[in-house]
């Protein structure tokens, strides 16, 4: 029996790519056998995680790309079809938290959050599709959140967000069944990234462990979850052993959904 979930010369393409999961995406996507081309405005990790994927042996492309500039993301998705003319996965991963509800929420930021969180989607969205339809078909996985479905103290603009992505995943499934193009989302309970680690120390400095103990314990299996096991789930609804598998959201939280009483 051949390997699972393998994405041999699959070209692909991960926003948000230089850290946190989107950094384990793109390595795991190298380990299986995906092309794969990272959008980023970190441009030090984005080039550091592209090294360390060339030096393994596999194919990888940095990009250095701000996903709320429109006009700019269609001159990468354009250059990637150019290149490879094909576009199989697309990994709407890219992502801004915010804290507050709906009295302490500025105008300013509640647009910070629509331009990142929503906005970015949308743009990679318009322009991978008619790639993707070239090409015979694809994958989508966009990054919603538990927040998308429940509500959190304090997550307003954050919600309002994540909720779009989440019925954007349903919107383009039903519309591009027709392409051979699947879109699914996943849900991330917390997760251990790097934003976690630089929000405890900056907003409790001298608690940070108490605080990380704390958060964790929030989920009822009683941790976060890695970075790879975001990563995993996403490689198996890109991979052809998913292929009856679109319109669906798939919450990947520790129980946080279902199992808290």
């Known amino acids: 029996m051949e390997a699972p979930f393998r994405l041999d010369k699959k070209v692909a ?68 079809f150019k290149t490879h003319n094909r576009l199989d996965i697309l990994i709407n991963n890219a992502g801004v938290a915010h804290i507050g509800n709906v009295e302490t929420t500025t105008p300013e930021e509640l647009d910070r959050l629509y331009a990142c969180n929503v906005k970015s989607v949308y743009s990679c969205l318009h322009f991978a599709i008619p790639h993707m339809k070239n090409s015979g078909g694809g994958a989508i996985v966009n990054l919603a959140s538990v927040a998308s479905v429940l509500g959190l103290a304090d997550r307003f603009a954050y919600s309002m967000s994540k909720g779009a992505v989440y019925t954007m995943t349903f919107s383009v499934a039903k519309d591009y069944l027709a392409d051979n193009i699947r879109c699914n989302a996943v849900g991330p309970g917390r997760v251990h990234t790097p934003f976690v680690d630089g929000y405890l120390k900056n907003t409790y400095p001298g608690q940070e462990q108490e605080m990380f103990e704390k958060l964790s314990n929030t989920q009822p299996i009683g941790r976060m979850g890695k970075p790879e096991e975001i990563a995993w789930l996403i490689t198996y609804l890109c991979s052809d052993e998913a292929a009856f598998v679109t319109g669906s959201f798939y919450p990947i939280d520790g129980g946080f959904l279902t199992l808290n009483t």
Do not use: M, P
Not at 28 to 48: C, K, P, T, Y
Not at 52 to 73: K, L, N, Q
């Open 13 to 80: 393409v991960v926003t948000g790519g230089a850290k946190g999961i989107g950094e384990s995406i793109c390595r795991i996507f190298s380990q299986q056998g995906a092309i794969v081309h990272i959008l980023d405005i970190d441009r030090e990790n984005g080039e550091q995680v592209t090294a360390d994927i060339i030096a393994a042996g596999s194919d990888a492309t940095f990009h250095h790309c701000d996903v709320t500039d429109h006009e700019r993301v269609g001159e990468v998705f354009d250059q990637i």
